[in-house]
């Protein structure tokens, strides 16, 4: 997992409310269990004017022009800002796999479903939840040429004007994200132990092995 310190990027506004995880990445596209790939589909239905498939080519698909991404002056932006209850619906896992395949890794927004906002600490996401008031209030000045700066090690967000707001995050979910740990880094961090209560295991338990057999 890519660590996550500080990251100064275009803002997307999605002003959306309650965007369910099928329209982040349709069920159509669950099929594969890969983590990458997933980008182009991210946002489908709203993206394009047609239906997509599974590894179709999404180079020459019709885009619908008043979507936000489709959008010239938000290309290559990596922070997304949403409206409350970001992510419902289903826990599939591809819903944040999509976003940070497309190339975001901010999410900001007033609150987030549960399931969806453990899985994007989990894939190098760092979702932060501001105020009703905050999230409307950079709403306003969202559009072409609107920038933030996000520190994870301060949990500051920037405006262009040097206008600071906090955020809060759980310790050791802003831990893993600054040293990009996910569960298996983390559980690796610890490998030496691991290697060795193995090898205990091993020469006081052998018939636990297959080469004992």
Partial sequence: MKAFRRLTSRVVPLDRANVDTDAIIPKQFLKSIRRSGFGPYLFDEWRYLDRGEPDMDCTHRPLNPDFVLNQPCYYGARILLARENFGCGSSREHAPWALEDYGFRVIIAPSFADIFFNNCFKNGILPIVLDTKTVAGLFDQAGPGFD??????????????????????????????????????????????????????????????????
């Fill in 148 to 213: 933030l700066t996000v520190d994870l090690a301060t949990q500051t967000i920037t405006t262009r004007y040097g206008d600071k707001i906090h955020f809060d995050i759980d310790p050791s979910r802003k831990y893993r994200l600054l040293n990009g740990l996910d569960d298996i880094g983390l559980t690796l961090q610890h490998a030496d132990k691991i290697l060795a209560y193995e090898a205990s295991r091993r020469r006081n338990a052998p018939w636990l092995f297959p080469e004992y057999a």
